[in-house]
C-alpha cells in the first residue's frame, strides 16, 4: 500500500469487523511541530491484552489458532521508519483506538494519497455504520458526521446516483477547503 | 471555490429517488459486493469501488446496493466483487481492476449476460 489513505482503508475495516456502531477516523497535519497524527477509534468488540500485542507484531507469538493479517504490522513500521509510532488501546466490550503518527516532512513519509475515496467508499458499503471523519490542516479544519444525512435519507439507499454524487461533493470540497493557499 | 451543500439539498435528493422508484419496474434488488480486507485493498479493491461508484452515478443506475466485505479466502484472485441479482445465485468475478468493474455493471447488471472471463466457479 503506498498511500496513508489505504492504510486508513485497512484500519477502519478491522473495526467493521469488529462489529463496531460508530467508527470515528482523523487526521491532523501540524506543521509547527511537523507531525502527520492519524487515529481510528471504534465501539466494536475490542480485544484484550495479548490479542492487542499479536495483531501489533504477529511474528513473536507462538499462538497458532489465530489468524491475524499483516496490516497493522505494515503501517507500524512505516511510521517507525519516519520518528513515528503506532499504539493501540483496547478494552473488551468497549472498543479500540489505534493511533499512529509520522514526522510530516520526512523523505519516506507515504503521501495521505486520496482520503476522499476513503472515506467516501467506507460510508456508502457499510450504512449500518455511523462515520464521523475530521481531517485538521494546522488551524483548518473539516468535520463531516453521515448520521444527520442518514436521517435525512431515510430509505434511500446510500448508493443511489444522486447520493453518491451529494457525498462526493461534500466530502471532496471538505478536503479542498482545508489545504494550505499556494503560495 | 468548493461549496459545501447544506441538508436542504438532501430533501431535494430524496423527493427525485422517490419519483424515480415510482417508475422503476419491479426485477429485485440489485446487490454489488466488493471484498475489501487487507489483501483486497492492496490488490486494488478501491480504484475497483471508485469504478462501481463512478459508473453508477455517471450511468444513473438507480436501484442498486453497494456493499462490502472482508477477505473471503480467495486473496490470489482479488480485487474480488459479487453480483446478487434478486433471487438468482450468487455470481463471483476476479482480478476485477476498475475497467473490469465497468465491464460488469454494463452487462452484467444492466444487460443481465455473466461476464464469462473474470468468472471464478466455486
Known amino acids: 500500500m503506498r498511500e496513508l489513505s489505504l492504510h486508513l482503508l485497512d484500519i477502519a475495516e478491522n473495526s467493521i469487523a469488529a462489529q463496531a456502531k460508530t467508527v470515528e477516523i482523523a487526521i491532523r497535519e501540524d506543521s509547527r511541530t511537523d507531525r502527520l497524527h492519524m487515529s481510528v477509534r471504534d465501539d466494536g468488540r475490542g480485544m484484550d491484552q495479548e490479542m492487542a500485542a499479536q495483531v501489533i507484531d504477529p511474528f513473536v507469538t507462538t499462538r497458532t489458532t489465530r489468524k491475524v493479517g499483516l496490516g497493522i504490522p505494515l503501517l507500524k513500521a512505516a511510521s517507525e521508519a519516519c520518528n513515528g509510532f503506532l499504539e493501540i488501546h483496547s478494552t473488551p466490550g468497549i472498543g479500540t483506538r489505534l493511533e499512529v503518527e509520522f514526522q510530516n516532512s520526512h523523505i519516506d513519509r507515504m503521501p495521505l494519497g486520496d482520503i476522499a475515496s476513503t472515506i467516501l467508499h467506507l460510508v456508502i458499503a457499510n450504512p449500518q455504520i455511523r462515520f464521523i471523519f475530521r481531517h485538521q490542516v494546522d488551524e483548518n479544519e473539516f468535520f463531516f458526521d453521515d448520521e444527520p444525512i442518514k436521517r435525512e435519507l431515510a430509505d434511500i439507499p446510500l448508493s443511489d446516483p444522486l447520493v453518491i454524487s451529494y457525498l462526493r461533493d461534500e466530502i471532496e470540497a471538505g478536503i479542498e477547503t482545508i489545504q494550505p493557499a499556494m503560495a | ?122
Open chain 2, 1 to 122: 471555490m468548493p461549496v459545501i451543500k447544506t441538508l436542504d439539498d438532501l430533501k431535494k435528493i430524496r423527493e427525485e429517488a422517490l419519483e424515480k422508484r415510482k417508475v422503476k419496474t419491479a426485477s429485485g434488488q440489485i446487490e454489488v459486493i466488493v471484498g475489501m480486507g487487507t489483501c483486497g485493498i492492496a490488490a486494488g479493491a478501491r480504484d475497483t469501488m471508485k469504478a462501481i461508484l463512478e459508473t453508477i452515478q455517471n450511468d444513473n443506475l438507480s436501484g442498486i446496493i453497494v456493499k462490502q466485505t472482508g477477505c473471503v479466502g480467495l486473496c490470489e484472485k482479488e480485487p474480488i466483487v459479487q453480483i446478487v441479482i434478486g433471487e438468482q445465485p450468487k455470481i463471483t468475478y476476479g482480478k476485477v481492476t476498475g475497467d473490469v468493474a465497468r465491464q460488469i455493471l454494463k452487462e452484467h447488471v444492466v444487460d443481465g449476460k455473466v461476464v464469462q472471463n473474470h468468472l471464478i466457479t466455486l
